[in-house]
């Protein structure tokens, strides 16, 4: 559990963003502090409406660098301006404001608050089906808190998941410390059973995506677990597989319980069985015992499976965890090992997107965007703006069909048709 800071600069939607990142960051069990001093990340929100603004806000990123362990920079400077940043060297992570809560997670797995009661905000009702995990990772704290995994019945995750929908949730958002081993601690993964049920035996218009799942945990059910996804359009085809490290010596260190053989098992598995899907995952960079050689092996499974979804972060030490009390590469290494990856992270993405451009996709809308937009999910649950929403009688819980016209290297703009 991290301790951030977070500023905001500009306009309501910004503010609008900066609730939501709150929201989130709470839901996993982190909590805000004063100041930047006592963070162990700073957020900024930035704005970029002037040439007077960009100054300040270049100014004050240089000076939450060096008041905060850890700097991430979101808002619409650093999505239309970020290469500003970075020219000035504000050692920081650029991220789209959905990207942020992941991050600041450190690849610890996530953590609600008490109890795993479902949510409805908005047209989306959050469904955490379990509390805890079966992992030991020697860098996560969460663990602390939550335990081994605890997993009520099908049936009950499957009545919760039916409210939801009858109180007016349109996308249920399956949550958990690890979504794949739902069923350990009765003895059977029960995930594809739960997916299959939900999709199957609730009667109303809506999708469901599905959070973390560790490739540990979904190995021994990826092929059970591909074919619900194949049979239900339901389900959103998108899978968040946290890998960490392309290095098979950093994920034993991690005391992860995959090896990378095995997840890309998993990914050749969703590309036979998927025509069209997302592959979203995690990795931490810099980790105390990752030689160059380690990093080198990271990005080439980067470009292997190349995921449309990343979060990448540079390894912090948590107080109490194994990792802690090793000794750790310095920031420039970590800093350099994150830009390379995250220049390659924004290619790939964009050459996602870029080939979606001119296609036709269903979507649905999930939330209002910025300005008079709603921010709307395809099949893959990749992220399409549909722009001038009031002026089309568009609004959330939506379903429409949209041609892709243009992207912003992380979300398209679609039309609808």
């Not at 085809?237 to 319980?257: A, C, K, W, Y």
Request: hydrophobic share 35%; net charge negative.
């Amino acid at each position: 559990m991290a301790r951030y800071h977070i500023e905001t600069y500009g306009c309501t939607s910004n503010r609008g963003e900066s609730r939501a990142i709150e929201s989130a960051l709470r839901d996993a069990g982190h909590y805000r502090v004063d100041g930047p001093e006592e963070a162990d990340v700073a957020i900024m929100n930035t704005c970029t409406v002037v040439e007077k603004t960009e100054r300040n806000m270049l100014r004050r990123a240089k000076e939450l660098e060096k008041e905060t362990a850890d700097l991430i920079i979101t808002g619409c400077m650093a999505l239309a301006q970020g290469e500003e940043f970075r020219e000035e060297d504000v050692d920081a992570q650029i991220l789209h404001w959905d990207d942020v809560p992941t991050a600041v997670t450190n690849g610890e797995c996530p953590t609600p608050g008490p109890g795993v009661e479902p949510v409805l905000d908005g047209v989306v009702g959050i469904l955490p089906i379990a509390r805890g995990c079966m992992s030991n990772c020697s860098y996560c704290i969460t663990k602390f808190a939550t335990g081994r995994v605890d997993s009520p019945s099908v049936e009950e995750n499957v009545e919760k998941a039916r409210a939801l929908v009858h109180a007016g949730a349109k996308e249920i958002r399956i949550t958990g410390q690890d979504t794949g081993v739902y069923g350990w601690d009765e003895g059977d993964r029960k995930l594809p059973e739960l997916l299959d049920r939900i999709c199957s035996e609730i009667d109303g218009d809506f999708r469901v995506r599905l959070g973390m799942a560790n490739p540990g945990g979904v190995h021994g059910i990826h092929e059970e677990l591909v074919e619900v996804f194949a049979e239900h359009e339901t389900l959103y085809n998108f899978i968040h597989l946290p890998v960490q490290s392309g290095s098979d010596t950093v994920l034993e260190d991690m005391r992860r319980q995959h090896r990378v053989d095995k997840f890309v098992e998993i990914v050749e598995t969703f590309d036979r069985k998927l025509e069209y899907w997302t592959l979203s995952t995690d990795f931490i960079v810099g980790f105390p015992t990752e030689t160059d050689a380690d990093h080198a092996q990271s990005m080439a499974l980067f470009k292997e499976v190349r995921p449309e979804k990343v979060n990448i972060t540079r390894f912090s030490k948590r107080p109490g965890t194994d990792a802690a009390e090793m000794k750790g590469l310095g920031g420039t290494v970590k800093k350099e090992r994150s830009k390379e990856m995250s220049e390659l992270k924004m290619d790939v993405v964009a050459e996602a997107y870029e080939a979606m451009v001119g296609e036709t996709h269903e979507v649905m809308v999930v939330e209002e965007g910025t300005g008079d937009s709603v921010k709307c999910r395809d099949e893959a649950y990749r992220q399409i703006i549909v722009q001038n929403a009031s002026e089309r009688g568009v609004e959330p819980g939506d379903f429409l069909d949209v041609e892709v016209t243009s992207h912003q290297t992380v979300y398209a703009f679609g039309e609808p048709v």
